[in-house]
């Protein structure tokens, strides 16, 4: 069975000081990692997808990375703004049916404080 | 391009009725996804859907829960008899093939 493992569970940080989110997954054949940031009370926004392990995405202050076995969002110099709930997802190209199903974690919530 | 629309926002049954939760993909996107979330959990699929199909249902509960995604018109994921235990933010989502999904603002179910 996928699993997607988020750590930490929760982190506080002060405006400015980097640090990084991990994403480990067990998936009998990865298609895709999904990184989305949630807002209380919104919707995931999309963030990143990656395919292939050693490939890697930026996005203003965020950077995704990605290894056989787990997932990084580093995030540089943040600001409170980007505090939220970062959520990981795996989709797995051995799905019965072809299924374009997600699987998500828990997630890390992230308080960036001024 | 308006994004994934979700309607209604928040929606109050009593046990024993009927919810209804609708969702409009973004134009051009032909798969729909729902998913659950429950405080302090991760979302959890329930079912993927293409217009008139549905793929794969292996996150529906067998019982009372059903969706569908007609030719003309948006989603409906509908929960009959509503108990406690079905209060939580329902998300939908839609893509296209093999891209990235794109999720609406949700509908939050409270179940009294």
């Known amino acids: 069975e996928d699993q997607v493992t988020q750590s930490p569970e929760a982190l506080r940080l002060q405006e400015g000081e980097s640090s990084s989110l991990n994403c480990s997954y067990t998936v009998s054949g990865l298609r895709g990692l999904f990184w989305y940031r949630q807002d209380p009370g919104k919707g995931p926004e999309f963030l990143f997808t990656l395919y292939s392990a050693g490939e890697e995405k930026e996005k203003e202050r965020l950077k995704a990375t990605l290894t056989k076995k787990e997932s990084f969002l580093h995030i540089t110099a943040p600001k409170p703004e980007d505090s939220a709930t970062y959520l990981c997802a795996v989709h797995n190209m051995s799905q019965q049916g072809g299924s374009e199903k997600l699987v998500f974690g828990k997630g890390t919530k992230l308080t960036v404080n001024p | 391009n308006a994004g994934v629309m979700q309607n209604p926002r928040h929606l109050v049954r009593r046990r024993g009725q009927e919810a209804r939760l609708r969702c409009s993909p973004m134009?051009?996107?032909?798969?729909v996804y729902w998913y659950r979330q429950l405080p302090e959990e991760g979302l959890k699929f329930m079912v993927y859907l293409q217009k008139e199909n549905i793929i794969d249902e292996s996150g529906m509960p067998k019982e009372r829960f059903s969706a569908e995604f007609p030719k003309e018109g948006p989603s409906i994921l509908r929960i009959q008899q509503v108990v406690r235990g079905d209060s939580a933010a329902y998300f939908c989502?839609?893509?296209?093939?093999?891209?990235?999904?794109?999720f609406g603002q949700g509908t939050r179910l409270t179940v009294v």
């Open positions: 134009k051009g996107h032909s798969h």
């Open positions: 989502a839609s893509s296209r093939l093999r891209r990235e999904a794109f």
